[in-house]
């Protein structure tokens, strides 16, 4: 819907837009609505479920306070946001005709999704370095992953992507958002929003948004790749074979969940222009809005051995009291 208000752009009248439209998935095929629903509600389900359980069982089991696991729980947070921020609303519009959400709706949609979506990839990145500090410098590791240095960490990669999604939606909705209203995605995708904002500075905006995310983005990837260059080096420098295995172990499900997070946003991001339908697309987006934080606990709680092995005792604690 567009408010009766009237702005000129470039010497035209425009009506400004007061709320917008969400196509999502209204161009499919309405009978399969029903099983997408289904799938993605499960799944959203399964992340939450998931990352609860990692949680509750790092708080109950005291052999998984040290400072990988506080990192695993801060990120598992994340992951919960950001599905709640993006995923409900996608799932009511799925199976409803009135697919409107609100300027102030969208814009505070925009926040949380690019709030925690930086703050998992900062997380990653810390954990990464954790991870670098336990194999390069074993004997120091206390005193450099000390429980207040940890908290600090964790506190500055929720700043840090508080910050990253305050600025760039302070600059998106910044914009005059003219003519159409709709927005062919099942959120308030940044790209999606741009297309429809009207004026001389959109192509700056737009070029400047790209480039604040890819650059943030990319410098976490390129500490994770540093952090990993570090551990492989040390790693080969181990004389036993045994050795090297059971440390390399350690890494695996941070590794696993770096190439999926870095590998999905690639595929969507990165892909070239070309003639993609838009519910390609639709369904392109779902793999880094729901199915990589699904696939998140799954890594971790699969090939983790530690938390593994802990997530069974506490439900044999649970389950079986007096075989325990």
């Given at each position: 819907m567009v408010s009766t208000d009237e702005?000129?752009?470039a010497g035209q009248n425009y009506s400004m837009v007061s709320e917008f439209i969400l196509v999502g998935f209204s161009n499919f095929p309405q009978h399969l609505l029903p099983a997408f629903f289904l799938l993605y509600l499960l799944m959203y389900l399964f992340t939450l479920l998931g990352n609860l359980l990692i949680m509750a069982t790092v708080w109950s089991e005291h052999s998984l306070h040290t400072p990988m696991y506080l990192f695993l729980c801060a990120l598992s947070t994340s992951e919960i946001l950001f599905t709640v921020a993006v995923t409900p609303r996608m799932l009511v519009d799925m199976l409803s005709t009135h697919r409107t959400i609100t300027f102030v709706a969208c814009?505070?949609?925009?926040?949380?999704?690019?709030?925690?979506g930086f703050t998992h990839s900062f997380l990653l990145m810390i954990m990464g370095y954790d991870r670098y500090v336990a194999i390069c410098h074993p004997l120091r590791y206390n005193v450099l992953m000390s429980t207040h240095t940890c908290a600090h960490l964790v506190s500055w990669t929720w700043a840090g992507g508080s910050v990253m999604g305050m600025m760039v939606t302070l600059i998106v909705f910044h914009l005059t958002f003219c003519?159409?209203?709709?927005?062919?995605?099942?959120?308030c995708h940044v790209l999606s929003l741009l297309k429809l904002s009207c004026g001389k500075e959109t192509s700056s905006v737009t070029l400047g948004?790209?480039?604040?995310c890819v650059t943030a983005l990319m410098g976490c990837l390129f500490?994770?790749?540093?952090?990993?260059v570090f551990i492989v080096a040390a790693i080969l420098r181990m004389p036993s074979a045994e050795g090297r295995h059971k440390t390399f172990s350690t890494c695996v499900s941070h590794l696993t969940v770096v190439i999926v997070h870095y590998g999905f946003a690639s595929m969507i991001y990165l892909k070239p222009q070309g003639p993609h339908s838009i519910d390609s697309n639709t369904l392109?987006?779902?793999?880094?809005?729901?199915?990589?934080?699904?696939?998140s606990p799954v890594i971790f709680s699969l090939r983790n051995k530690e938390l593994k092995n802990a997530i069974k005792k506490s439900f044999q604690r649970k389950f079986s009291p007096l075989s325990s």
């Open positions: 702005a000129s752009v814009a505070s949609q925009m926040f949380f999704s690019f709030t925690f003519g159409s209203n709709v927005i062919h995605h099942f959120f948004v790209i480039l604040v500490l994770i790749i540093l952090s990993y392109m987006a779902t793999s880094y809005t729901v199915f990589t934080p699904f696939l």
